[in-house]
């Protein structure tokens, strides 16, 4: 049966489409490492003939072990030429957080920017042994067809139960996100922009990305430094960056007074509320930039964003659905509730993940039958429908940007043989927005070293607790359930 209706949508198909229009037009950058656009195009058409040399299947699984880079997008594309799926792992991960990923996304091939201990069986690092690997491959495209809803990633995401849970993104998902950003920010030819966030993180990866995808010129920060920042807007001229509030906080803390950057006209902020103390120095410090604060997740791509025109007066709102989305605010009966008072946020976009890698359950818990999925948030929409988040259902705990939560900790927390119970819980912080703190009640004595050392060995940084609390007993229901309100009240 002849096929209609048009070409399917592949996040490879930017990088076709700007590798014949502007081929000598920069794509990427990394300090004094370019990358044109036929370059891309080229080097990420050998990368998938050789992972299909290795025996990769239209469907099997990539795995990225990797920071902000340059051959960050060359892979990302060439895994999509190849019709396989990309599996993007925080380096930041403990062995274990990072054994765990490769196994339950069944990855192949592990490519990596350092050493990584065990892994899959075809492990390749960047550097002089994977530029032979690509070089020795031809450099044909193998257009290998992809249908448009099929994943694109696999983006594993903290656990609430013990494990990560794989969030399936479609290519159809990601390339209307491209070109939404693109309508939003202006991404297009001739724009350049900042890859700030880590690409490996779902909102890093669709900011970044999305310039390469739409012709523009993406400059890569390797690691976080306020004056290395101002300094990279100012010289690569950038014209939008994406931020999370902590990145701000950094700068503000940091930078006694911000160069003027006539370049600079957008700021988009995401991952936690931007509060609004820090909003308005903002406003102060990068005068001539719009700011557009968004809120979405991984699951669900962005919900909302509050745009520059209404950014002061709606402080503390995150402003209206997004390009495409529908969102449904209802009550604990399943009722949409009325402007001002407070509901679980559903939405409905193309943005929308498949579901879980390999469980249903989980899938099913978060989506409706209609299409719709929950946030696990808790908003209020005022009579003009913006939009403001009120509270989490789930106990996540933002800090600087990345999401932590407490039930990871918390398991890990009780293999040690001093602790009876534990309760992980965020509170606020100046610099990181919420730190992670937990409440132990412990079989004797115990040293805050020994504990942090045994988290460490298990977790990534960032999740190991900033404080650890001895108390008696939990606080607890009259069902048994931990009342974690009450301790973050604990003095």
């Excluded at 509730?337 to 989980?362: D, F, I, K, Q, T």
Aim: glycine content about 10%.
């Amino acid at each position: 049966m002849m096929r209609t209706g048009g070409a399917d949508l592949t996040i490879a198909g930017g990088i076709r489409e700007f590798g014949r229009a502007t081929p000598a037009a920069i794509a990427v950058r990394d300090a004094d490492r370019m990358l044109t656009f036929g370059a891309l195009d080229d080097r990420s058409s050998r990368l998938a003939n050789a992972l299909l040399a290795e025996g990769l299947r239209p469907g099997d699984r990539v795995a990225l072990l990797s920071g902000n880079r340059l051959e960050y997008p060359e892979i990302a594309a060439g895994i999509a030429k190849a019709g396989l799926v990309l599996v993007p792992i925080n380096p930041r991960l403990a062995a274990p957080e990072i054994d765990f990923i490769l196994g339950h996304s069944g990855a192949r091939v592990l490519i990596t920017d350092g050493p990584h201990g065990e892994g899959p069986e075809k492990t390749k690092t960047i550097g002089d042994a994977y530029e032979k690997w690509i070089a020795a491959a031809e450099p044909k495209d193998p257009w290998i067809a992809v249908d448009e809803r099929d994943p694109f990633c696999i983006a594993y995401t903290a656990g609430t139960t013990g494990d990560p849970k794989g969030v399936l993104i479609s290519h159809r998902s990601r390339c209307l996100t491209f070109y939404a950003t693109a309508l939003e920010w202006g991404l297009g030819p001739g724009r350049r922009t900042i890859a700030v966030a880590p690409m490996y993180h779902g909102a890093g990866f669709a900011f970044a990305y999305a310039a390469v995808y739409c012709g523009a010129t993406v400059s890569m920060l390797r690691a976080f430094d306020p004056h290395a920042l101002l300094d990279m807007i100012q010289r690569e001229q950038a014209q939008s960056v994406f931020l999370v509030p902590t990145h701000a906080q950094l700068i503000r803390g940091a930078v006694h007074k911000i160069p003027v950057l006539p370049s600079l006209d957008t700021l988009y902020f995401n991952a936690a509320a931007l509060p609004k103390v820090l909003k308005e120095w903002v406003f102060e410090a990068f005068p001539g930039a719009g700011v557009h604060e968004l809120y979405g997740s991984t699951e669900a791509g962005v919900v909302t964003n509050l745009r520059p025109p209404d950014a002061r007066r709606k402080a503390g709102s995150v402003g209206h659905p997004w390009f495409a989305t529908q969102v449904r605010i209802v009550g604990p009966d399943g009722q949409p509730v009325p402007p001002g008072m407070p509901g679980e946020l559903y939405s409905r976009s193309p943005y929308l993940m498949n579901g879980y890698h390999e469980n249903p359950a989980a899938t099913a818990a978060c989506t409706t039958g209609d299409g719709f999925l929950t946030s696990g948030d808790i908003v209020v929409a005022d009579e003009e429908g913006f939009i403001s988040i009120v509270d989490r259902v789930k106990d996540v705990i933002i800090t600087g940007g990345v999401n932590v939560y407490p039930r990871d900790v918390e398991e890990v927390l009780l293999t040690h043989a001093g602790i009876v119970e534990a309760a992980v819980v965020g509170e606020p912080d100046e610099r990181w927005g919420e730190r992670v703190v937990a409440y132990v009640v412990c079989r004797s004595p115990l040293e805050t070293a020994a504990l942090d050392g045994h988290l460490r060995a298990r977790l990534a940084g960032y999740k190991v607790p900033k404080e650890f609390k001895v108390v008696a007993a939990l606080p607890r229901n009259a069902a048994g359930k931990v009342l974690k309100r009450e301790l973050r009240s604990t003095p």
